[in-house]
């Protein structure tokens, strides 16, 4: 296999220019970001999106410049938590300028570029089959678009929400080869703590990114009647003694978190005296004392 510059003639398409301009404009947008920090589960449906949502909005709440990169291409959720699926997309000769929330933070997602809610992602290829077989290196390719072209400008915190899986960090680790940390999001339960040992071991063993700490939600209940803190799930281990590393927090179960994340609401500006908003707030806390150590 020849590399972009062995080949001898590219058709008049410069490949070898585009590639090299991209990779120049991802390098100047990152050099404003203080600090960057990824999301990830390696289980679907624990709430990561939510969490991501939510702990940006505390750190903005916090007086910090805060953006979010919604990297689940294909399933995009951000933008609705957030409240700005109904922005339009203003495109500079800078580059193109994200979406801001209520409270300020800057968001750029897939969803903010489908033209209907049931539009799926189809990648361009001469059939969908190529388009699969490619899907991989088609991700990171909108994914390096989105932080290289977004005009982000300074930020203090740059979140990436990605999606399932253990195998999405290494597309993260080679687009920022600085990556400040990794924040893994769990529930209480023995299946959720089998596949997110997988992402843990890729981030820590194989990749070497430092892992700021858990985060586990849906921790637990309060129960209506009498108060009681009850389990929603099975696991009887700990986050502490399962993965071998630090709890930034347990965050209840709270209806009220999964209504605002409907309405593209913030939750903790709307209910900030709740058991679910005060654990946020501190797992926000605990993520810039990381930063500051």
Same mark, same amino acid.
């Given at each position: 296999m020849k590399s972009y510059k062995e080949l001898p003639d590219d058709a008049g398409s410069n490949i070898i220019g585009q590639v090299t301009a991209q990779a120049n404009r991802l390098t100047k947008r990152l050099a404003l970001i203080k600090r960057t920090v990824a999301i990830m589960s390696?289980?679907?449906?624990?709430?990561?999106?939510?969490?991501?949502?939510?702990?940006?909005?505390?750190?903005?709440l916090a007086g910090y410049a805060v953006g979010i990169v919604d990297a689940d291409i294909n399933g995009p959720t951000i933008a609705k938590m957030m409240g700005v699926r109904n922005a339009t997309l203003?495109?500079?000769?800078?580059?193109?300028?994200?979406?801001?929330?209520?409270?300020?933070t800057k968001i750029i997602s897939m969803d903010l570029l489908l033209s209907e809610d049931d539009a799926p992602v189809l990648w361009s290829a001469h059939t969908q089959k190529d388009a699969f077989t490619w899907r991989s290196t088609m991700e990171?390719?909108?994914?390096?678009?989105?932080?290289?072209?977004?005009e982000w400008g300074e930020l203090d915190y740059l979140l990436l929400d990605l999606p399932p899986g253990s195998d999405r960090l %290494?597309?993260?680790?080679?687009?920022?080869? +600085?990556?400040?940390?990794?924040?893994?999001?769990?529930?209480?339960?023995?299946?959720?703590?089998?596949?997110?040992?997988?992402?843990?071991?890729?981030?820590?063993?194989?990749?070497?990114?430092?892992?700021?700490?858990?985060?586990?939600?849906?921790?637990?209940?309060v129960c209506k009647h009498c108060?009681?803190?009850?389990?929603?799930?099975?696991?009887?281990?700990?986050?502490?003694?399962?993965?071998?590393?630090?709890?930034?927090?347990?965050?209840?179960?709270? %209806?009220?978190?999964?209504?605002? +994340?409907? +309405?593209?609401? %913030?939750?903790?500006?709307?209910?900030?005296?709740?058991?679910?908003?005060?654990?946020?707030?501190?797992?926000?806390?605990?993520?810039?004392?990381?930063?500051?150590?």
């Amino acid at each position: 296999m020849k590399s972009y510059k062995e080949l001898p003639d590219d058709a008049g398409s410069n490949i070898i220019g585009q590639v090299t301009a991209q990779a120049n404009r991802l390098t100047k947008r990152l050099a404003l970001i203080k600090r960057t920090v990824a999301i990830m589960s390696g289980k679907g449906g624990v709430g990561k999106s939510a969490v991501t949502a939510n702990l940006a909005t505390a750190l903005t709440l916090a007086g910090y410049a805060v953006g979010i990169v919604d990297a689940d291409i294909n399933g995009p959720t951000i933008a609705k938590m957030m409240g700005v699926r109904n922005a339009t997309l203003e495109y500079t000769s800078a580059g193109v300028k994200p979406a801001i929330s209520s409270l300020g933070t800057k968001i750029i997602s897939m969803d903010l570029l489908l033209s209907e809610d049931d539009a799926p992602v189809l990648w361009s290829a001469h059939t969908q089959k190529d388009a699969f077989t490619w899907r991989s290196t088609m991700e990171v390719g909108a994914l390096r678009e989105f932080i290289g072209d977004t005009e982000w400008g300074e930020l203090d915190y740059l979140l990436l929400d990605l999606p399932p899986g253990s195998d999405r960090l %290494p597309n993260v680790a080679e687009l920022i080869p +600085n990556l400040g940390g990794v924040i893994v999001v769990t529930i209480p339960s023995e299946v959720s703590h089998l596949i997110v040992k997988k992402s843990i071991t890729m981030a820590r063993d194989i990749f070497k990114v430092p892992i700021i700490g858990v985060v586990e939600n849906m921790a637990f209940y309060v129960c209506k009647h009498c108060g009681e803190h009850e389990p929603l799930f099975s696991a009887e281990d700990t986050p502490d003694n399962t993965f071998q590393l630090t709890t930034l927090g347990k965050i209840p179960f709270d %209806p009220k978190l999964s209504h605002c +994340n409907d +309405n593209g609401t %913030p939750y903790i500006y709307e209910y900030p005296e709740s058991l679910a908003s005060a654990a946020i707030i501190e797992i926000a806390q605990k993520i810039q004392d990381f930063f500051k150590a």
